[in-house]
């Protein structure tokens, strides 16, 4: 990991990236990884991680792709979301990335795994660039 996004990480802790308590695994051109540490906040009224906490996790590991280019500025448009399993222990991985661009638009794709590599949830995206 370069040391651009090690500041960046640095960055992001006092955000809602820090507070809901990502952590960046992995950042190579055009995907990242990042994880979390499952805790009692996360979980559902059933015990199991929130469905919310799953499509934050997509959207800014999706979001923190396109941050691979410091010069691009987006927000999500739209996002779809498919919820496979469920999870209420341990750590959560979530691999993203860039499908296709165009002059107004990117889409990606992200996945969540847990710690044995069972995929629990996907999404696409699809984010707007700013002028």
Known sequence: MSSS???LARQAQSTFWGHVGFELEKAEQDKVTISLAIEQHHLNLMGIVHGGVFMTM????MGLVLMLDPSVRTVTATMNTHFLSN????????KA????????TITMTASIYDESGK???????SYRLLS
């Open 58 to 61: 997509l959207d800014n590991a």
């Open 5 to 7: 996004f090690d500041e």
């Open 87 to 94: 999870v209420a222990t341990g750590t959560i991985f979530c």
């Open 119 to 125: 995929l629990l949830a996907y999404a696409s995206g």
């Open 97 to 104: 990335e860039l499908l296709h661009r165009t002059k107004r």
